[in-house]
């Protein structure tokens, strides 16, 4: 997969908030960066915990957010944040935990894995696999342990200091700085006339 034109970045998140301030803090941070660059927020579609603190972030100050559900999950949680527009917010539906991720990443030009459980190290363990297989060159950030595939950010080496930290900031700059390596890809995925999509739904 061709780097995307868009620039929206797909957020990897928990449902829960954690327990230090400073992941919500990193959410708000985000999701304020995220709208002063003009940047659409794709990311799982709940409105609690860290994805509801990036999304409400977002939102607030003036940005735009994707938020992809799959059916089982919308049955019982989908909510939405109130008095949005649909250019503001959009929800969208799908069969799977996998049509999630690849409906996610079809629609991002990088990804960022915030605080989470096992579901949210999953999905950034799969995106730096399909970069790593060569399904799409897409940034990512979560030190560069494999050819650069991924990215930390790190914050100042005082704890302390890391609930003020302008986490967003730090985030979109990692982002806009990260450059494929790693070479020739492991596999050959550009099928003739195959759209990003169908590229991603045959791994």
């Not at 960066?33 to 915990?49: I, Q």
């Not at 799959?70 to 069969?95: C, F, K, M």
């Not at 302008?166 to 596999?187: M, Q, R, S, V, Y």
Request: proline fraction near 3%; charge should be negative.
């Amino acid at each position: 997969m061709s780097p995307s034109s868009t620039n929206a970045v797909a957020v990897y998140c928990g449902s829960l908030s954690g327990t230090q301030p400073a992941y919500v803090n990193a959410a708000i941070s985000l999701g304020i960066a995220l709208a002063r660059a003009n940047r659409r927020l794709v990311y799982g579609g709940g409105v609690n915990g860290i994805m509801g603190a990036v999304s409400k972030s977002v939102l607030q100050n003036g940005g735009h957010v994707t938020g992809v559900t799959p059916t089982a999950i919308a049955a019982v949680e989908l909510q939405d944040h109130e008095g949005l527009t649909d250019d503001q917010r959009s929800n969208i539906v799908v069969a799977s935990m996998h049509e999630r991720k690849v409906e996610m990443a079809v629609r991002a030009g990088g990804f960022v894995g915030l605080p989470g459980g096992f579901g949210t190290l999953e999905e950034v363990m799969e995106v730096a696999t399909w970069t790593q297989l060569g399904i799409h060159t897409k940034r990512r950030f979560i030190k560069a342990v494999n050819q650069h595939i991924i990215t930390f950010v790190d914050g100042p080496s005082s704890f302390s200091e890391h609930d003020d930290f302008d986490w967003g900031a730090a985030t979109l700059e990692a982002l806009d700085a990260w450059i494929w390596e790693g070479g020739k890809p492991l596999f050959n995925w550009s099928q003739p006339g195959a759209s990003e999509g169908e590229k991603l739904k045959a791994t």
